[in-house]
T-cell receptor, first 113, second 114 residues
Framework: DGGITQSPKYLFRKEGQNVTLSCEQN?????MYWYRQDPGQGLRLIYY???????QKGDIAEGYSVSREKKESFPLTVTSAQKNPTAFYLC????????????FGSGTRLTVV | AQSVTQLGSHVSVSEGALVLLRCNYS??????LFWYVQYPNQGLQLLLK??????LVKGINGFEAEFKKSETSFHLTKPSAHMSDAAEYFC????????????FGQGTRLTINP
């Protein structure tokens, strides 16, 4: 079955360390997105990519970085510059037409210890 | 720019009662509208979507929503709540322009009382 795989499900990081969250899709979707979810704040867009080798900042990109070297993969790096990285991170992808909506992964919960 | 407002961060209903979750949107162009459901520590699952066809949209698990342009609303309803409906629900808007980003509301946590 096609879908989006996020790994790991739970991740612990020490302060000052960079960490990379994985997102892989086998849906042949062109666009991919990273959202951050905090209690009571809904989902906020970090970065998105509409095609390979191209990506744009979302609303809260500071302290994060991404790459899109393959259509299937869109990893997110949480850098030490991110002041409050503890959150639930969701990856999503979308087919070419906007009316199809997004398909979401199951998320990665990052905790800074 | 488009935006979404969900009225009520928490809604509690009794099992068997009507579920009504409110969503109002703002968009300068005809929108696409979506409702997603999220269970604890999981991703979002699409419940239903409005894409400019029928204004009354039926989704999974007995949910439906009605697009009302005059009220800029897209409220989610279910005639009879079930314990398994307890979850967080997100309304989202997108437009068929540019990056076609989804903009989400703050979410409504639905609790079902036995």
């Amino acid at each position: 079955d096609g879908g989006i795989t996020q790994s790991p499900k739970y991740l612990f990081r020490k302060e000052g360390q960079n960490v990379t969250l994985s997102c892989e899709q086998n849906l042949n979707h062109d666009a991919m997105y990273w959202y951050r979810q905090d209690p009571g704040q809904g989902l906020r867009l970090i970065y998105y990519s509409q095609i390979v080798n191209d990506f744009q900042k979302g609303d809260i990109a500071e302290g994060y970085s991404v790459s899109r070297e393959k259509k299937e993969s869109f990893p997110l790096t949480v850098t030490s510059a991110q002041k409050n990285p503890t959150a639930f991170y969701l990856c999503a992808s979308r087919a070419s037409l906007a009316n199809y909506g997004y398909t979401f992964g199951s998320g990665t919960r990052l905790t800074v210890v | 720019a488009q935006s979404v407002t969900q009225l009520g961060s928490h809604v509690s209903v009794s099992e068997g009662a009507l579920v009504l979750l409110r969503c109002n949107y703002s968009s300068s162009v005809p929108p696409y509208l979506f409702w997603y459901v999220q269970y604890p520590n999981q991703g979002l699952q699409l419940l239903l979507k409005y894409t400019s066809a029928a204004t009354l949209v039926k989704g999974i698990n007995g949910f439906e929503a009605e697009f009302k342009k005059s009220e800029t609303s897209f409220h989610l309803t279910k005639p009879s709540a079930h314990m398994s409906d307890a979850a967080e629900y997100f309304c989202a808007v997108s437009v068929n322009q540019g990056a076609q980003k989804l903009v989400f509301g703050q979410g409504t946590r639905l609790t079902i009382n036995p």
